[in-house]
């Protein structure tokens, strides 16, 4: 239950590594309409969710998605690692263009359970990339508060620990 309501309609910007919760976090909150995914588009116009080949064509369709929805004052929720400061000025000018309020929405998942999700996965992102990804999004919380968003949540998951299963912290 999140104690913060985000309001409705707003822009909602994702940030968070990969593995750190975002796409669960936006589909058990938001119908699948009102999100938009940079992997989901990849899968659109490239060959899978992971080809990064089509990583140029997909931000185009999203920025477009972004901007349609917004134009009608419709919630979207951006679900990308976030981190691009340039793509986050954009999105947050649209909604304020718009009239409709802006929130950032950071999953601060420990790095340990970002990494261990990623192992699990079909297709895991690189080591050396979710590293990165760790810590840009690191880098970026510091970044929110002074860019004009009308609230920055943080979303700390609840993460089912266990003695023996403590994530590891990094
Ligand atoms: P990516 O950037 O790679 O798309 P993501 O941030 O969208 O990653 P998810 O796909 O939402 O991450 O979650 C990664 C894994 O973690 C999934 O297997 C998901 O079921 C699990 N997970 C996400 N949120 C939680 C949670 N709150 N509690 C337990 N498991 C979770
Ligand atoms: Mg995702």
Redesign the pocket.
Known sequence: VDVVPVPDPALVV?V????????????SRYRTAEIV?S?ALRGVVGSG?HDLDASADAFALLEQVVAARLGRRLTVVV???GTDPARRRRWLAAAHEAGLPAVAVV?D?PAG??RS??A??DRP?PARVLDR?LATVAATVGLLDDEGWDSVLVAT????THPGNTPSTG
């Not at 968070?16 to 589909?27: D, E, Q, R, V």
């Not at 998951?157 to 089912?160: G, L, R």
């Open positions: 994702l968070g590594a990969s593995g750190s919760g975002k796409s669960t976090w936006a589909s995914s992997d969710e679900d990308t690692v999953l998942t359970v970002c999700r990623n699990a996965r992102v990804q998951p609840d993460v089912p």
